[in-house]
């Protein structure tokens, strides 16, 4: 069984930093394509950013290009996002999704349907 488990959320104030963990378990985590998408109230869950299994590709939504980084250590089966200068429109759950093989291209990386396994979520808030 595959489990994803979020964790590094937090209340900050606007222009602080936050790195997100995400801990993957019963599968190859190197053979794992990851994404990182959020979702705020009311609105559809959105994509973020992700990084191939190879960590050959990574692709970033553009309202976060700049700020996010993600990175990946396949000797800990974990995936990161680095979130810097944060908005008060970054306020959401962020969630992990793993992508297993064979995995999207890297042109199709933000897309939430190439997704098959979810972390819970973990609540982000950024106060202006």
């Known amino acids: 069984q595959v489990q994803l488990v979020e964790s590094g959320g937090g209340t900050v104030q606007a222009g602080a930093s936050l790195r997100l963990s995400c801990v993957v378990s019963g599968h190859t985590f190197s053979r794992l394509t990851m994404g990182w998408f959020r979702q705020a109230p009311a609105k559809e869950r959105e994509f973020v950013a992700a990084i191939s299994w190879s960590g050959g590709a990574i692709k970033y939504a553009d309202s976060v290009k700049g700020r996010f980084t993600i990175s990946r250590s396949n000797m800990k089966s974990t995936v990161y996002l680095e979130m810097n200068s944060l908005k008060s429109e970054d306020t959401a759950v962020y969630y992990c999704?793993?992508?297993?093989?064979?995995?999207?291209?890297?042109?199709?990386?933000?897309?939430?349907?190439?997704?098959?396994?979810w972390g819970q979520g973990t609540q982000v808030t950024v106060s202006s």
């Open positions: 999704a793993a992508d297993p093989p064979p995995s999207a291209i890297a042109t199709a990386l933000h897309n939430v349907r190439n997704y098959e396994y």
